[in-house]
Structures are given as C-alpha cells and as structure tokens.
C-alpha cells in the first residue's frame, strides 16, 4: 500500500508498454482519489483522468488502448486536505 501522508501530497509513478494493448489502471483502498494518467514522452500532457466515476467505490479506474512507450500515473487525494492509504496498478485487458 501507498499513503497519501500530507495534505496536497501527489504520488507520481511511471510504467512501459512494450505494444499496443487495452490497459486498466485503477486504484484501491479506503481513499477518495483521483487517477490521471501522462503520455509518453511528456509527463505533463494528460491522456485521461478518474475520480471514482469507473472505479469500485471510492476507487478511480482508467481504460484506454496505449501504444508502446512509457507513460505516468498520478494519484492524489480528491480532498485537498485529506490523506490516506492506497494502492495502484495497471493490468493489460486480455
């Protein structure tokens, strides 16, 4: 598990595609957060955001087909000024 220690605080991870698939990152645990994932290449271009709309719960889950590269997920708090625990991973759709 990951923790959200301090108010604000954005955890920042990054994952290669070695080819094209559907991928699912997602979130769990008993926070609110916000999953955003970065495309290759420019880790501040955003391809795609949740905040708990597909995920179980509180949960965020993203689906998109990615081409190879490496990519970057950010995780926060949808609170601000919350903090919590969470864990994070992508998962190719088979």
Do not use: C
């Amino acid at each position: 598990m990951a923790d959200l220690a301090a108010s604000g605080e954005v955890d920042t991870y990054h994952f290669q595609v070695a080819s094209a698939a559907t991928h699912i990152m997602t979130t769990e645990g008993p926070s609110d957060t916000v999953l955003t994932s970065h495309r290759p290449a420019d880790p501040g271009a955003v391809l795609a955001w949740d905040d708990d709309d597909r995920g179980r719960a509180a949960n965020a889950s993203i689906v998109r087909k990615l081409q190879p590269g490496e990519y970057w997920l950010s995780v926060r708090h949808k609170d601000g000024n919350a903090t919590g625990a969470y864990s994070v991973g992508v998962t190719i759709r088979g």
